[in-house]
């Protein structure tokens, strides 16, 4: 049965609360680790709409597709820093960043997938390059 969504966001914010906090405990504890003493009982989740959703589509299609970074946008690895170069979105021109390889290993490593979860690859609508489809499917 198809069901349409009420309201602003796609998921209610107060359940997405408990779901977050319950699995991020869950984890911390099953790593063994330290919780807060002063951990609040109750947490707030910042959604915030992000329009048609078009820009994400068109981000995650680019990222998820090829990957993270390309071998060829790594400049040097030297002195224990990285220098690479980036896509910068306000501009739309490529611009260097030099930071420590820890952190570069940070920064690429927050984009590795959870043990169990796939790749995705577009096809039909959700090609970035079907600006046209979204907004047909948006109409109807």
Request: hydrophobic letters at 40%; proline letters at 3%; a positive charge.
């Amino acid at each position: 049965m198809w069901r349409e969504k009420t309201g602003k966001y796609l998921f209610n914010h107060k359940a997405l609360a408990k779901v977050f906090r319950a699995k991020l405990l869950a984890a911390i504890t099953l790593n063994k680790l330290l919780l807060p003493e002063n951990c609040p009982s109750q947490w707030v989740v910042d959604c915030k709409a992000v329009g048609s959703g078009e820009k994400v589509l068109v981000y995650l299609g680019r990222y998820l597709y090829l990957g993270v970074i390309q071998e060829k946008d790594i400049l040097s690895c030297k002195d224990g820093n990285v220098t690479f170069r980036y896509l910068d979105s306000n501009t739309n021109k490529y611009r260097n960043k030099t930071v420590t390889g820890a952190y570069f290993l940070w920064l690429v490593l927050q984009h590795v997938l959870p043990k169990g979860f796939r790749r995705a690859r577009n096809y039909g609508f959700l090609h970035p390059n079907s600006k046209m489809s979204i907004k047909l499917l948006q109409q109807i």
